[in-house]
C-alpha cells in the first residue's frame, strides 16, 4: 500500500501572546490532496494557527514543516503555498487582469505563463467578460471566486482558506465547494477554517478547537459516529462550547 505523502506535520505547536494561550500544544498532520476543516467558534485559535502555518507569524514553541518545509524558513514555505484571507484579498481598484497579473507576478511566473494561464482561468470561471473591471465593482459573491482561483493560480501544493465563505450567499457557497473539489482532485492540499458547520461535512477531514486546543480531529462521519450526534452542528455545540457557557 502506497504511503500518503504529509504536506503538513505540526507536533506541540505553542502560540503565547503575554500570558494569553492562543494555540496550546496542538499537534495534527495533513495529508496531500485533503481537504482539511479547521473548525472553532471565534477566539478558539484558528486564525493564529493558519497564519504561523502561512509563515505570516512564528510560533512560540514546537515542531512544524509545511511542505516539507522548517516553520523557521517562512519566506520558502510562502512561495508553496497560496492564501485566501477571510478578509477579501484582491485589490478593489485594479481590474481583474491587473490583479491576476500582480499575484502572478508575486508567485514568481512569467508573463507568458500568467497571461496563458489567465485566459484559461477566466473562461473556466466564465469570467472572460469582466477581465476589464476593477474589483470593487464586482458582487460578493463573484469576488470570493476569484479570489480563490488567484490562490491557486500557480499550482501550490497547499491553500489555506481562512473563512472563504463568510457572507456569500447559500448557492455561491456550493459553488465555491465544487471549485475546492476540483482543486483538491489536482492533487493540491486544501486548509480550510470555517463557522458554517455544514460545511465541515464536505471536509475529509476535520479538526475541532476549544480554547486553543484540538479537542477532536477525525472524519466527519467518524466524529458522528464516536459522539453520537446526527450533525457536526450537534457535536461542535457538545464538545467545544467553552467552559464559561457550560458553568
Known amino acids: 500500500m502506497t504511503e500518503i505523502k504529509k504536506v503538513i506535520e505540526v507536533e506541540g505547536l505553542v502560540k ?28 478558539a485559535g484558528k486564525t493564529t494557527a493558519i497564519r504561523i502555518l502561512c509563515g505570516l507569524s512564528h510560533p ?11 516553520a523557521g ?7 508553496r503555498i497560496g492564501y485566501m484571507s477571510q478578509r477579501f484579498s484582491l485589490y478593489d481598484d485594479l481590474t481583474v487582469n491587473e490583479n491576476i497579473e500582480l499575484y502572478g507576478g508575486i508567485y514568481g511566473m512569467t508573463m ?30 463573484l469576488k470570493q471566486k476569484l479570489a480563490f482561483a488567484v490562490a491557486v493560480f500557480h499550482d501550490p501544493e497547499i491553500v489555506f482558506l481562512d473563512e472563504p ?35 465541515a461535512e464536505y471536509c475529509d477531514r476535520v479538526t475541532i478547537m476549544s480554547e486553543g486546543r484540538i479537542v477532536a480531529l477525525d472524519s466527519p462521519a467518524a466524529l458522528r459516529g ?22
Not at 496550546?24 to 482539511?36: A, S
Not at 484559461?120 to 464586482?138: A, D, K, N, V
Request: hydrophobic share 35%.
Open 112 to 141: 507568458k505563463e500568467i497571461r496563458q494561464r489567465r485566459e484559461e482561468l477566466l473562461t473556466r470561471l466564465s469570467f472572460s467578460q469582466y477581465g476589464e473591471m476593477l474589483i470593487g465593482s464586482l458582487p460578493l459573491g
Open 60 to 70: 512560540t514553541s514546537g515542531k512544524m514543516t509545511v511542505a516539507g518545509i522548517d
Open 226 to 247: 464516536r459522539y453520537n450526534t446526527a450533525t457536526i452542528e450537534e457535536l461542535f455545540v457538545k464538545i467545544a462550547r467553552p467552559k464559561t457557557e457550560t458553568a
Open 165 to 199: 465563505t463568510s457572507g456569500v450567499d447559500p448557492i455561491t457557497r456550493r459553488q465555491f465547494w465544487e471549485m475546492i473539489y476540483e482543486t483538491a482532485s489536482r492533487g493540491i492540499t486544501v486548509f480550510v477554517t470555517t463557522h458554517y458547520m455544514d460545511e
Open 16 to 43: 503565547r501572546f503575554g500570558s494569553f494561550v492562543a494555540n496550546d500544544h496542538l499537534t495534527f498532520d495533513v495529508y496531500k490532496g485533503e481537504i482539511f476543516g479547521f473548525l472553532g467558534a471565534n477566539g
Open 73 to 79: 524558513r517562512p519566506e520558502e514555505i510562502k512561495k
